[in-house]
Each structure stands twice: as structure tokens, then as C-alpha cells.
């Protein structure tokens, strides 16, 4: 029987957009909550397209923004340019689009969980799941703690035996920069989970200063899409 030096009715591994909303969700019904990531500084850090809504994203920040989510919140604070996408066809394909600055919505996340009640937030590696009975009872950090959960929510993303592919070099990465969750991914093996990958894509950068931006037009935002964005239409307060 392992020994564990503190206990949470929910644990969620990894602070991307998916384990912020599972993490305040959960402490939001009342429950002891713990959130467990690499970089506290880079909760819900955003993409190098800071870009929140769409077509296809859309309506996901949408519902979940309905069910009481956060992302919407941290997108309409941290907006600089708001567009709704498609405006001059059919109201099906039309979808509000926000472009965030990455760090004012990271740390409005931030804030955001910080203010909850019954929410912890740690910076900690997990490298196992801790079972008897093939039950899990909890988790192990990488400094030897281990904690015990009534449930156990992975939000791992890109991080869990992440590799980064740039030409024809590769390296055990989650992001550029950040490493990978590689025990934690032996862990789940072990168990006798599958791990695969899926592929994202970044464009090619272009150096600015070898651009000509005379034969551009600039495409501003709108204030139509200002009026459909997330959680205005609820009227919601930030918590």
C-alpha cells in the first residue's frame, strides 16, 4: 500500500487549454481539486496562431464557454482583433475568430484559477500513476511525492512522448523549448495503453525585415464580431 503525503477528490495532469476548464470544472461542483503542470508561467499557453474561435473551434469555445468555461473570458480580455469569419455568406459557415496577445491570456487564465476556490495548482512533473488492483489511487510528481486522487484526469496533450521534427533533426520535446512527459508515457505503456502521436504543423517563420509590406492590404477586425463574441452573449461576470 503506497504512502501518500497529501490527497485531492481530482487530480488533472497537464495546464493546457483542456486541463484549465477540466481543473476549474471540477473545483467549481464543490470538489477538493489539484492541478498538476511543468510551467505554471505557460498555463493555457497559446499556440504560435493565438487564435481563439473559427470555424471548427468556434463552436467548441462556444459550448463550452455555455457550460460555464473559462477560455471564452480569457479570449475577450485578451483580445486585439476580433473578426467574424465568413460574414458575407450563410450564417452556417459564419464563426467569431479572436487573436489574443499569448501572454495577457495566459495570465488572465492565471488569475482566473488562482481566485478559485478549492483549486491548487502545482509546477511538478508526473511521471506515474500510482494502482493496486488496477485501480488508480493516484499519481507520483518527479521529486518522489505522491499524491492520491479519488480520480486521476490526463490533459497531456503534445507533452506525453512528445517529439519535435525541424528539417531533418528531431527531438523529445512537448513544445520548442519545453520538454517531454517521457516517464509518465512509460508509465502508461506499462499499464497496457497504446501511445501514439498526433501530427501538428508550424508554417515556416519569414524574417520581417525582409518583408515589403507596401504591397500588402491591411485586414483590420470588425465590430460585428465584437458583438458575437463568447461571453458577452451570457452576460457572464469574470470570476
Known sequence: MARFDESYDVIVVGGGHAGCEAAVASARIGVKTALYSFDLDLLAQMSCNPAIGGIAKGHLV????????????????SGIQFRLLNASRGPAVQAPRCQSDKVKYRNEIKRIMLRQPNLSIYQSEVVALILEKNQVLGIQTVDGKNIA??????????????????????????RIGEGASK???????????????????????????TIDYSFFKEQTGDHLAADFMFFRIYERKTP
Do not use: W, Y
Open 149 to 174: 486522487g479519488n480520480a486521476v484526469i490526463l490533459t497531456t496533450g503534445t507533452f506525453l512522448n512528445g517529439l519535435i521534427h525541424i528539417g531533418d533533426q528531431r527531438q523529445k520535446a512537448g
Open 183 to 209: 516517464k509518465l508515457a512509460e508509465c502508461i505503456q506499462k499499464i497496457g495503453f497504446q501511445i501514439g502521436r498526433l501530427k501538428t504543423g508550424t508554417p515556416p517563420r519569414i524574417n520581417r525585415n
Open 62 to 77: 462556444r459550448e463550452i464557454d455555455a457550460l460555464g468555461g473559462i477560455m471564452g473570458l480569457a479570449a475577450d480580455k
